[in-house]
Every structure is written in C-alpha cells, then in structure tokens.
Nanobody, 124 residues
Framework: QVQLVESGGGLVQAGGSLRLSCAAS????????MGWFRQAPGKEREFVAA????????VYADSVKGRFTISRDNAKNTAYLQMNTLKPEDTAVYYC?????????????????WGQGTQVTVSS
C-alpha cells in the first residue's frame, strides 16, 4: 500500500514557476515508477510526465517538454514536478501517481495509487 500526498500548488502569473511535491508513505517507494497527470474542468485527466524507479528514464507530454522537469528523491520518498514558464492553459488539478508496472507510463489506468491532487492556477 502506498499513500501519496501532493503539495505546492497555487496561483501564479503566466511566465512564473511552481514546484509540486508528491510525498509517499511506505518503504517501497523506490520500487514504483511515478507520474504526474493533470485534469482541467470539463476535460479528461491527461499525462504530464513520468519517471522510472531509478530516475534514469523521464518522459514528458509535448505540451510541457522543455518547461517542466520531473525528478525524485528515493531517500525522501518524494517525487517532484518543477514547472517553469507557466501558461494559462496549464491551469488544472495536478495528480501524482505510483505505478508498479513497467508499462503504461502515459496511461492513467496503469497507475496503482493516486494522491488527492493539488490545484494549479495560472493567470494571464
């Protein structure tokens, strides 16, 4: 069992930055790949970024590539999403997920555990 708690969301102006954190409970954090997804009002949850258990493989949605960076610290049981050059279209609730499968890094159904989400609002 893994419990995830996101933090770091808030209101920021376009062009600004935020750093989201995802704190995990349990001693098996390092055995899970992690991902960040987001969901805007009236839209489906969409993939943002994912990182494997070691941090050696990172993938991004085209819409955030070059602006967002996913990372993890297995000693702290925490994953991060650094978001730079934020745009109004980045406004959404951001969720972190933990995945035991080596497949489906961009697919929410492959994730075993989810946090409660943190709101990110980017004003123009």
């Amino acid at each position: 069992q893994v419990q995830l708690v996101e933090s770091g969301g808030g209101l920021v102006q376009a062009g600004g930055s935020l750093r989201l954190s995802c704190a995990a409970s349990g001693r098996t954090f390092s055995s899970y790949s992690m991902g960040w997804f987001r969901q805007a009002p009236g839209k489906e949850r969409e993939f943002v970024a994912a990182i494997d258990w070691s941090g050696g493989r990172r993938v991004y949605a085209d819409s955030v590539k070059g602006r967002f960076t996913i990372s993890r610290d297995n000693a702290k049981n925490t994953a991060y999403l650094q978001m730079n050059t934020l745009k109004p279209e980045d406004t959404a609730v951001y969720y972190c997920g933990a995945r035991s499968s080596q497949f489906g890094e961009r697919i929410s159904q492959y994730y075993n555990y989810w946090g409660q989400g943190t709101q990110v609002t980017v004003s123009s």
